[in-house]
Antibody, heavy 125, light 106 residues
Framework: QVQLVQSGAEVKKPGASVKVSCKAS????????LHWVRQAPGQGLEWMGL????????GYAQKFQGRVTMTKDTSTSTVFMELSSLRSEDTAVYYC??????????????????WGQGTLVTVSS | DIQMTQSPSSLSASVGDRITITCRAS??????LNWYQQKPGKAPRLLIY???TLQSGVPSRFSGSGSGTDFSLTISSLQPEDFATYYC????????FGQGTKVEIK
């Protein structure tokens, strides 16, 4: 079955960087874009950006431009999300999610399925 | 950016109740609208995509409707396992989520 397995929890100091991994299995890794979404404690879901595992192209939410880098390792079917210059507000659970697309009457539609289990990143001095 | 606004932010209901959650987009997004369910400590789970298509394995008591700017998620008869937070998401331009609707037991 399609599965996304993320790396374990991290504790970082303000100003540091964190790199979270997401290993895909059960499908052809290069066939689907992968997204990153984060959720601060008690808050909603916030989209961070996406990566195309085929060519490595990326697209980031404006809020994270300049601070986030998404990369991939095709040999291990793994994508990575690195967030730099961490501050306390970056404390959150970070999820990866597979982009699925389908053709409909109005064009090509997209949704997320499945999601990784989440990685808690805590930023604290 | 496209803003997504859900209402209500929370609601209390009983097992067997019919409930409806609404989601409004700041501009027309056609049917580029998905719904997710999230339980505490768990990752979100896809319920409905393209506004009204039920994901495989999701009970038929869940349904979605709408297009353009106004959408809704309806649960026809609430079950104990449905108490969770629900999010809408647009995929018309990048991705944006609504702020969530928490469904609690009355």
């Amino acid at each position: 079955q399609v599965q996304l397995v993320q790396s374990g929890a991290e504790v970082k100091k303000p100003g540091a960087s964190v790199k979270v991994s997401c290993k895909a299995s059960g499908y052809t890794f290069t066939s689907n874009y992968l997204h990153w979404v984060r959720q601060a404690p008690g808050q909603g879901l916030e989209w961070m950006g996406l990566i195309n595992p085929s060519g490595g192209g990326t697209g980031y939410a404006q809020k994270f431009q300049g601070r986030v880098t998404m990369t991939k390792d095709t040999s291990t079917s793994t994508v990575f999300m690195e967030l730099s210059s961490l501050r306390s507000e970056d404390t959150a659970v970070y999820y990866c999610a597979r982009d699925v697309d389908g053709i409909g009457s109005g064009g090509t539609y997209n949704w997320f399925d499945p999601w990784g289990q989440g990685t808690l990143v805590t930023v604290s001095s | 950016d496209i803003q997504m606004t859900q209402s209500p932010s929370s609601l209390s209901a009983s097992v067997g109740d019919r409930i409806t959650i609404t989601c409004r987009a700041s501009q027309s997004i056609s049917s580029y609208l998905n719904w997710y369910q999230q339980k505490p400590g768990k990752a979100p789970r896809l319920l409905i995509y393209v506004a009204s298509t039920l994901q495989s394995g999701v009970p038929s008591r869940f349904s979605g409707s709408g297009s353009g700017t106004d959408f809704s998620l309806t649960i026809s008869s609430l079950q104990p396992e449905d108490f969770a937070t629900y999010y809408c998401q647009q995929s018309y331009h990048t991705r944006t989520f609504g702020q969530g609707t928490k469904v609690e037991i009355k």
